[in-house]
C-alpha cells in the first residue's frame, strides 16, 4: 500500500511493534497515542498501523510469538578493546532451536539501496549477542521490510 517514507514514520512503526501485545491487538491504540505525542498525520498514524499490524500477521512473527525467551528492542554494549565500543538496539530477539533469531525492522522503500550497512549492522548484532551468551549454532538474522 503506499504509505509515507519519513523518518517519523519508521520511528512511529518501531514504536508500535515495541509497545503492541504479541497479537497486535492494542495496534491501533498504540499508533494513535505515538502519532499524538509525535505530532504525527493523520496519514503517518494510519499507514503506521496498517504496517504494523501486516508485520504482526507475518510468519516470521509468528515464530517469535512461538518462542519461550523473546526480546525487544535489546540494547547491547560491548567493549572490542580499550578504546572501542559498538553499541546497538535489537527490535526484536527470540531463541528457537538452540539459537538466536535476530529480526532488524526496516521501514525504508529502497531496502536495497543500503543493504551492505544493514547486513553488516545485523553481523554486528549476532557477533554482540555471541559474546554475551553464546548458543550452540550460530545467529540467525532477518532484514524485515514493514
Known amino acids: 500500500f503506499d504509505r509515507p517514507a519519513s523518518h517519523r514514520f519508521g520511528t512511529l512503526v518501531h514504536l508500535i511493534l515495541r509497545d503492541c501485545d504479541w497479537d497486535g491487538a492494542n495496534a491501533g491504540d498504540l499508533a494513535n497515542l505515538h502519532g499524538e505525542l509525535m505530532e504525527a498525520s493523520v496519514d503517518e498514524i494510519d499507514a503506521a498501523e496498517k504496517a504494523a499490524i ?82 550452540q549454532h550460530p545467529a540467525e538474522s532477518w532484514l524485515f521490510s514493514v
Open 54 to 135: 501486516a508485520a504482526i500477521d507475518h510468519p516470521l512473527m509468528e515464530r517469535a510469538r512461538a518462542a519461550t525467551r523473546k526480546v525487544r528492542e535489546l540494547p547491547l554494549t560491548l567493549r572490542l578493546d580499550e578504546r572501542r565500543v559498538v553499541e546497538g538496539a535489537i527490535d526484536l530477539a527470540f531463541i528457537e532451536n538452540g539459537r538466536w533469531v535476530i529480526v532488524d525492522f526496516k521501514t525504508t522503500a529502497d531496502i536495497a539501496r543500503n543493504r551492505t550497512a544493514y547486513e553488516r549492522q545485523l553481523r554486528w548484532y549476532s557477533y554482540m549477542l555471541d559474546r554475551i551468551q553464546p548458543q
